[in-house]
Each structure stands twice: as C-alpha cells, then as structure tokens.
C-alpha cells in the first residue's frame, strides 16, 4: 500500500507518518549499488572493530564474540536512531549512561550454569 494511502488512512499526515515511522521511508527509499556496498562494508568494520575490543577485554563473558559483536553494533545504532531522533528522545546522558548499563551487563553477566 502506498504511503500516503496509509496515512489518509491512519487519517495523519504523510510527514506524520515518517515522524514516527522513520523506517518507512529508509527502507523505502532509492538506493545505489555503491552506497549500499560502502554501508555494507561501513557495517562490517563496525563490527570487527566491536569484536576486537570485545576480545581485548579481560571483563567480557560471552560464548560468541562475533554474534555478541554484532548484537552491540546493532544494538547501539537502533536504539540511537529510534530514542534520540524520536518525537520526545531521551536525554543524551540518560540514553547513554542506560545503555552503557544494558549492555555491560550483557557483556560481563556471569556464564548459565546448566
């Protein structure tokens, strides 16, 4: 359906819709074959560069370095876009001291016992 069907029919205005939708319209939008190959690769330094600190810390306990790498890569470039771009967005120290917390507990949280 048409984005500006969707939004006559959510009775909002299109710009409304990209507002809180901001997905929409990335995913929607043109792309070429370089600027997806330089976001790609953009991408995947981001998460080596994550795996190799992830390596080098003594504190971080997890059983795959390369998933855990990419969850934290992901994870702090979805919560920034969707928290601090949002119609009300946290505060910049609050959005970073919390997730500074989520994720050192994931990263050092004792291994399950089974």
């Known amino acids: 359906m048409p984005h500006g069907r969707i939004a006559e029919a959510a009775e909002i205005s299109i710009g409304s819709l990209y507002q809180y939708y901001p997905r929409i319209l990335i995913e929607q939008a043109p792309r070429s074959s370089h600027l997806m190959d330089k976001a790609t690769e953009l991408q ?11 390596t080098e810390h003594p504190d971080v306990n997890v059983d795959d370095r390369h998933a855990a790498a990419r969850l934290v890569v992901t994870t702090i470039e979805l919560l920034a876009h969707h928290l601090l771009a949002a119609p009300k967005p946290l505060e910049v120290t609050v959005f970073e001291n919390e997730l500074v917390a989520m994720l050192t507990r994931y990263l050092t949280a004792a291994p399950k016992t089974t």
């Open 44 to 54: 995947r330094t981001a998460v080596a560069d994550m795996r190799e600190l992830l």
